[in-house]
């Protein structure tokens, strides 16, 4: 007579999101068929906007204190013998009889009802393994609604009226329960999967050994696979680990020759002086004073020469260096300067006089600062609403985010997105994006902008005294709104950050965060993207739009949900339709 067979595995707060990741066949399950789709039948259907299975735990729990190492969550898994599903063919792995399953899911789905109720957040049914089995997690709270799984499931005892429990529910089925006191009663879930790789009873009945032998046939293919990956994958790591030998040598010297190469420019800059003043005036034709060798006139000239300086008394003009000399002289630009230079000395000399004036500009130009635009109040309302209207995002995020003056509208009417560094200490620059006209294309940072120290970020959800404690990487301001409005994500505190495109992303940050959304569009771009972060941080998780962006995804949702609510009133009755009229879609 085929068993009813039931295991738990008790999830901290750290083993929740593997449990769902191998359940949701986020990572590659070696011996399950990838193209059989399993059925969630209590929980929300799988969408981009769907909680996380930890979420839906921590919200069940609620407001309740958690211990460090309390049990949040209880993993069971439920099956029948293999001869139950296909009494014919109990040694077929992967075969079942479809009466027979629907019969034990609804059959299962009652007995959590009843057994549970509500504390039940999520089921599954796998079919993609040898035999169907349902994964069920359960919220341990007690009758207090406290969480306490060692009320629930503590001890010999309790766990034997769970196995009870299930057995009796499935009976109607003909399905019993095993031998009470047998090795095999407390069987975690992980030993369960273990068990077929382990010798046969040969004690049991030939019926028993059978099946057991088809889930044990199947590990052991699977088994002989990995076996020849790995072997693969042991020579491929021994060439990698070669090719990375090679490379580090190769970096030794590199860098030695990069500290030379260092060492040399220093001392030439150090020993750049500027062309001899003295010979590029005697070739623009003035002449020494014999009483003072600082001195060179000709007519229209008096210069006084010190150095790399000079002052024409006639013109009451001065500047440094040779290049400078010759413009004033010649009264020409600075390419001509540069030419008459090389014809009249060569190009050894013209170097030394560029690399002097070079340097002059660097200590003397000051490099152009970040210095934010005024608001432009005027244009505003255009702006605001180019982004609800045509983008489509809420208006009160849109406003919200003018208050705190990370959104504005310059005097161009474009969008103005604030770049700050993550501790918000510094403003870096801006990100600006064109509303004028219907097809506007423009996206440009304003001038001053230090593109690779600052983004475009806001926080949301939960408290906002909670520290942050998950991060969405999109590629654009506008993503980031269009990605918080989807995600819905409200019990973590999130930070959504524009890395405007291929931008530079904070990894220190986000290292320090466990949970990490690489969020980038659905295209070329960004996809190499992704890759490159996911490189640098492979315990994130990746999404992509079905659109091309967030914001088309967005905007696709609200075309649909209107147009869903216009159909609707449509099939309304007349009287109705007339009493609904006026209706602002």
């Known amino acids: 007579m085929p068993h009813a067979i039931a295991r738990i595995a008790k999830l901290k707060g750290s083993n929740i999101t593997p449990s769902e990741q191998h359940t949701k066949r986020v990572k590659e399950v070696p011996n399950a068929n990838p193209e059989i789709q399993n059925i969630r039948f209590i929980g929300q259907p799988e969408t981009i906007d769907s909680p996380t299975l930890d979420t839906l735990v921590r919200d069940r729990i609620g407001e309740q204190t958690i211990r460090k190492n309390g049990v949040l969550c209880v993993e069971m898994l439920l099956t029948a013998s293999p001869e139950y599903f296909r009494p014919n063919e109990p040694s077929q792995a992967g075969y079942y009889q479809q009466k027979p399953l629907e019969d034990w899911q609804q059959a299962v789905k009652q007995w959590l009802d009843n057994q549970y109720g509500d504390r039940i957040v999520r089921a599954e049914l796998h079919l993609d393994e040898a035999t169907p089995h349902i994964h069920a997690y359960l919220v341990p709270l007690d009758e207090r609604g406290k969480l306490n799984c060692r009320g629930l499931f503590g001890g010999r005892e309790k766990l034997s009226k769970f196995q009870d429990s299930y057995a009796q529910a499935m009976s109607p089925l003909g399905l019993e329960r095993g031998i009470k006191g047998s090795r095999a009663k407390h069987t975690k879930v992980k030993q369960y999967y273990a068990a077929v790789n382990k010798e046969p009873d040969l004690t049991l009945d030939m019926t028993t050994i059978q099946h057991q032998l088809a889930d044990r046939q199947r590990a052991i293919k699977e088994k002989e696979t990995l076996k020849r990956t790995a072997q693969s994958l042991a020579k491929e790591k021994e060439v990698l680990q070669q090719r990375l030998r090679d490379l580090e040598v190769r970096v030794h010297t590199q860098n030695r020759e990069l500290e030379n190469w260092k060492t ?183 001038p001053g902008t230090k593109r690779s120290e600052g983004w475009f970020y806001f926080p949301q959800g939960g408290q906002s005294s909670e520290p942050i404690n998950r991060a969405v990487l999109v590629e654009s301001p506008i993503d980031a709104m269009s990605f918080a409005v989807l995600d819905r994500n409200d019990s973590r505190r999130t930070i959504y950050i524009s890395t405007d495109g291929a931008g530079h992303v904070p990894n220190e940050f986000l290292q320090q965060l466990k949970d990490v959304v690489i969020a980038y569009d659905n295209d070329q771009a960004g996809n190499l993207m992704a890759q490159r972060v996911l490189s640098q941080l492979p315990n994130a998780v990746r999404k992509t739009p079905k659109a091309i962006d967030w914001n088309e995804e967005l905007v696709n949702q609200f075309n649909w949900l209107k147009e869903s609510r216009i159909n609707q009133i449509k099939r309304q009755p007349q009287h109705e339709q007339k009493r609904n009229r006026g209706l602002s879609l």
């Open 264 to 446: 040399k420019y220093t001392e030439l800059v150090n020993k750049v002086r500027d062309f001899p003043l003295e010979k590029v005036v005697y070739e623009l034709g003035l002449n020494p004073d014999p009483k003072d060798k600082h001195k060179w006139q000709n007519e229209h000239h008096s210069l006084n020469i010190t150095g790399s300086k000079f002052y024409d008394w006639k013109k009451l003009k001065g500047g440094g260096g040779a290049i400078d000399l010759v413009m004033q002289i010649n009264n020409c630009d600075f390419k001509q300067s540069v030419a008459w230079l090389n014809d009249r000395f060569g190009e050894g000399a013209t170097l030394e006089a560029v690399t002097y004036k070079t340097r002059e500009i660097i200590k003397e130009k000051p490099v152009l600062e970040f210095t934010p635009t005024v608001p432009e109040e005027s244009k505003w309302q255009s702006v605001r609403k180019y982004l609800t209207r045509y983008r489509k995002l809420p208006s009160g995020l849109v406003d919200s985010l003018h208050e705190q003056g990370l959104i504005y509208a310059d005097d161009q009417q474009n969008a103005v997105f604030i770049r700050r560094s993550l501790d918000e200490s510094k403003t870096t620059g801006a990100t600006l994006r064109g509303t004028v006209g219907e097809d506007n294309t423009f996206k440009g940072l304003a």
